[in-house]
């Protein structure tokens, strides 16, 4: 009997941590393959928005580019106007949750519950309702309970391949890394940030730099959603 309840304990543990754990890992496999086959850096930016946000923007609309951003619903509440200001220019809007939580460190519940509350704040920001929005895990972490759901709902989960390390305080900054990484692999998926004042210069030093260097390399730019439909269709251009 304890032997039983030992294995079917194994059973949920395994499957609660490492089956979400496993799915990040193909998907990260995933989306440095197609941004790969499409030559091509996917721009995305965390924990927004901020004002930090508009002067991303600016960056990306002298480019010509588009960029994904992935709010966190706790930093709507007064930044209505740049949530929509971001769906007006026609760059992608993803969910980072509300409050940033790590869904292992957390209740199911709570961590459910936390998906939920991000999407409502897009919403609330863009006047609509039940929109569906792609998701990145903070930390880029999940439990099964929530990976079922957005599974279930065809929520798209975004991970990332590159990550800019432009709030990281413990290592030297390097704004040519990206640029460099993602030329090296012919491709990247890269993780920025744009809710930090304190780091803005980091952020837009390195965006300036990735979209010089890869705009010299050839290498186009997608958001999220148009990098995943090269996969759904290889065969259809989409620039």
Request: proline share 4%; glycine share 6%; aromatic share 8%.
């Amino acid at each position: 009997m304890l032997i039983e309840i030992a294995s079917i304990s194994s059973v949920v543990i395994w499957s609660y941590f490492f089956i979400p754990w496993l799915y990040g890992k193909y998907q990260r496999i995933l989306l440095k393959r197609l941004s790969i086959r499409a030559n091509s850096i996917v721009l995305t930016f965390d924990d927004g928005p901020s004002d930090v946000t508009p002067n991303v923007l600016r960056t990306l609309r002298e480019h010509k580019v588009k960029g994904t951003f992935f709010f966190s619903g706790r930093n709507i509440p007064g930044r209505e106007h740049i949530v929509r200001q971001v769906a007006a220019e026609g760059h992608e809007i993803g969910s980072h949750g509300y409050n940033h939580l790590h869904s292992l460190t957390v209740s199911p519940v709570r961590a459910l519950s936390d998906i939920k509350l991000g999407c409502q704040a897009i919403d609330s920001a863009l006047g609509k309702n039940g929109g569906r929005y792609p998701f990145r895990p903070p930390y880029g972490m999940l439990n099964i309970i929530c990976l079922l759901y957005l599974l279930i709902r065809k929520v798209p989960i975004i991970y990332w391949t590159i990550d800019s390390r432009d709030i990281s305080t413990f290592k030297e900054f390097d704004n040519q890394r990206n640029a460099l990484l993602a030329m090296q692999e012919g491709g990247a998926v890269i993780l920025a940030h744009d809710h930090d004042p304190t780091t803005e210069d980091r952020v837009l030093s390195s965006l300036r730099t990735s979209l010089v260097m890869t705009e010299n390399a050839n290498m186009r730019v997608l958001t999220v959603s148009r990098l995943l439909a090269t996969g759904s269709n290889k065969r259809k251009d989409v620039r």
